[in-house]
């Protein structure tokens, strides 16, 4: 096997179903979702939007962090696939961590329908491209439970709904 194998491997992680921490982490972002779903449901006025917008900025935050990481890590080799937002999720997240602030019917409606799906996926098939290391782990999960639970709290919190044929 050559190097280039070798640390493509390293980064690659794809953590499965007989793994214990599979679980811990599925569990986890069902609980932590349900939470803030909760939470969200009893904050009124001034308290709901403010606390929307500190969860869009949380999530800017939050889609810094593979990149960040590649950056500060001299290990991980930067690149497009790896360290950049072009993947689908990531892209939702941007546009949910904007929503926060816009409030756009159209952008829920895309985000709600592409975003519930991919996000379920994504915490049903983890696959980590620039390893396992804690941080990334953690942004994996937040970051996907994260475009699960944001359009469910726009819909039951701001009234967002789905328009008729709008899939």
């Not at 050559?2 to 609980?31: C, F, K, T």
């Not at 994504?122 to 996907?144: E, M």
Request: some cysteine.
């Amino acid at each position: 096997m050559d190097e280039s194998n070798a640390i493509q491997q390293a980064y690659d992680v794809v953590i499965h179903m007989d793994e214990p921490r599979y679980w811990y982490l599925i569990l986890g972002s069902i609980l932590a979702g349900f939470v803030v779903v909760q939470v969200f449901q009893k904050l009124t006025g001034n308290r709901k939007d403010s606390a929307l917008r500190a969860m869009g900025v949380v999530m800017i935050v939050a889609n810094l962090v593979p990149l960040t990481y590649g950056l500060l890590s001299p290990e991980i080799e930067l690149s497009v696939h790896r360290n950049l937002p072009v993947h689908f999720c990531a892209l939702n997240g941007w546009l949910l961590a904007f929503n926060c602030f816009w409030k756009n019917q159209k952008v829920f409606t895309f985000s709600a329908f592409l975003g519930t799906i991919g996000g379920m996926h994504a915490l049903l098939t983890p696959q980590l491209t620039i390893g396992d290391a804690p941080v990334i782990l953690l942004h994996y999960y937040f970051s996907h439970t994260a475009i699960v639970v944001i359009p469910i709290i726009m819909a039951r919190s701001y009234g967002f709904r789905f328009a008729k044929w709008g899939w």
